[in-house]
Nanobody, 130 residues
Framework: VQLQASGGGLVQAGGYLRLSCAAS????????VGWFRQAPGKEREFVAA????????YYANAVKGRFAISRDNAANTVDLQMKMLNPEDAAVYYC????????????????????????WGQGTLVTVSS
């Protein structure tokens, strides 16, 4: 599985960016996909995740209501729309994928943990100017 993250860039505070994760894999619809971010000097943190069906989603509290994750299984892509960006959102954003095998009642905790993802993209840089 190869993942390619794109869409990062420089944006002013309050602005908008759309990140995209393109996957080179058969049966992409059987994978859960997450976005994580890592700012300089900080640990990688969970941002959002989406289950195979595109319906079940999870968000970090810091981005809830501002970010939206979606997927197109036919196109093998997962997007992260980010609005009302602030300087605390600046980081390298990574997409990650894992076979979606977890029951729904376990999904929230499972997909928030970076250690549970088998495949990672190279990251795309988001810079937010104040």
């Amino acid at each position: 599985v190869q993942l390619q993250a794109s869409g990062g860039g420089l944006v002013q505070a309050g602005g908008y960016l759309r990140l995209s994760c393109a996957a080179s894999v058969r049966a992409f619809g059987s994978y859960g996909v997450g976005w994580f971010r890592q700012a300089p000097g900080k640990e990688r943190e969970f941002v959002a995740a989406i289950r195979w069906n595109g319906v079940t989603t999870y968000y970090a509290n810091a981005v809830k209501g501002r970010f939206a994750i979606s997927r197109d299984n036919a196109a093998n892509t997962v997007d992260l729309q980010m609005k009302m960006l602030n300087p605390e959102d600046a980081a390298v954003y990574y997409c990650a994928a894992d076979r979606d095998r977890v029951p729904d009642y376990d999904g929230s905790s499972y997909y928030r943990a970076a250690m549970n993802y088998d495949y990672w993209g190279q990251g795309t840089l988001v810079t937010v100017s104040s």
